[in-house]
């Protein structure tokens, strides 16, 4: 167990909806960073956020959103989703922003789009 | 950019054997991390063993060590007297030492252990 927590573990919906993906980072990290894993594309980098500001931005498409909250955790928003959004979405803590500190996963959110 | 390539897709191994996996990367950047994370059917992504580039010493985690070549840019991942429990995904991952830079990841190697 890496401290890291997701919410929820799976999600099934329908094209057109809006999702938002919940995380809280391990106790006292301050950095959080979502990452998408699917089929074609493998893991990528989608955004970071370090003590509530955004610090860094990967493919993340435009309908797709985050913030990171005064307790830490952090929200992914899906809107106007795709079939092509499907994917296993993992967020990871660590401890600063600096590039010396382990990222720790959660256990992933599993988003089906139907 | 950087990348990260896996170019063994799937690899098996008897128990108790030695297996190895390859990664190689391509970068500008002098000073930078390697990692090697563990992706097993529960889906958990788990740290498996680090490596600094600046350290020319291979970093090891009891069964786990890597041989990490600077110049041809290569960081393989060794297993020694596999387990069961060690079939799974492995990623092989760069970051960059300066700025807010998230991890690069290979396509993965999936690994069989056979019994």
Known sequence: DSGV??????????????VTLRCSPRSGDLSVY???QSLDQGLQFLIHYYNGEERAKGNILERFSAQQF????????????????????????????????TQYFGPGTRLTVL | AQTVTQS????????????????T????????Y??????????????????????????????FSVNFQ???????????????????????????HSGNTPLVFGKGTRLSVIA
């Open chain 1, 5 to 18: 927590t997701q919410t929820p573990k799976h999600l099934i919906t329908a094209t057109g909806q809006r």
């Open chain 1, 34 to 36: 979502w990452y998408q």
């Open chain 1, 70 to 101: 005064p307790d830490l955790h952090s929200e992914l928003n899906l809107s106007s989703l795709e079939l092509g959004d499907s994917a296993l979405y993992f967020c990871a803590s660590s401890e600063t922003s600096a590039s010396t500190d």
């Open chain 2, 8 to 23: 063994q897709p799937e690899m098996s191994v008897q128990e108790a054997e030695t297996v190895t996996l390859s990664c």
């Open chain 2, 25 to 32: 990367y391509d970068t500008s950047e002098s000073d930078y």
């Open chain 2, 34 to 63: 390697l990692f090697w994370y563990k992706q097993p059917p529960s889906r958990q992504m788990i740290l498996v063993i680090r490596q600094e580039a600046y350290k020319q010493q291979n970093a090891t985690e009891n069964r």
């Open chain 2, 70 to 96: 600077k110049a041809a840019k290569s960081f393989s991942l060794k297993i020694s007297d596999s387990q069961l429990g060690d079939a799974a995904m492995y990623f092989c991952a760069y970051r960059r």
